[in-house]
């Protein structure tokens, strides 16, 4: 059974770096044709892509988020990180880890981890 967690630090201050790990187990994240993704749910709004990592290593990141996102990845661990920059209270919210494939269409997501927010 695919599971995901995902996990950080805890409460982030405003120009911090978000940064969020979510584990895999029960499948690799090397397995071709999987993409291993964040997404995020502001409040009251519908779901936003932030990017991804590929099985080959490749990483995609959403326009609107690209200048402030990284998403790095441990195979050893089976593990990617996502790391957000500069963060504003606007990033406070629900994030979530996925990993997924087109053909056949399959997808494995964690629970939503909300980032709590320090003034």
């Known amino acids: 059974q695919v599971r995901l967690q995902a996990s950080g630090p805890g409460l982030v201050k405003p120009s911090q770096t978000l940064s969020l790990t979510c584990a895999v187990s029960?499948?690799?994240?090397?397995?071709?044709?999987?993409?291993c993704s964040w997404i995020r749910q502001p409040p009251g709004k519908g779901l936003e892509s932030i990017g991804y990592?590929?099985?080959?290593?490749?990483?995609y990141y959403s326009p609107s988020l690209k200048s402030r996102t990284s998403i790095s990845r441990d195979t050893s661990k089976n593990q990617y990180t996502l790391q957000l920059s500069s963060v504003t209270p606007a990033d406070t919210t629900v994030y979530y880890c996925?990993?997924?494939?087109?053909?056949?269409?399959?997808?494995?997501w964690g629970k939503g981890t909300r980032v709590p927010f320090s003034s």
């Open positions: 029960g499948g690799s994240i090397t397995t071709n044709y999987y993409y």
């Open positions: 990592t590929a099985y080959s290593g490749s990483t």
């Open positions: 996925a990993r997924a494939r087109i053909v056949p269409s399959t997808s494995y």
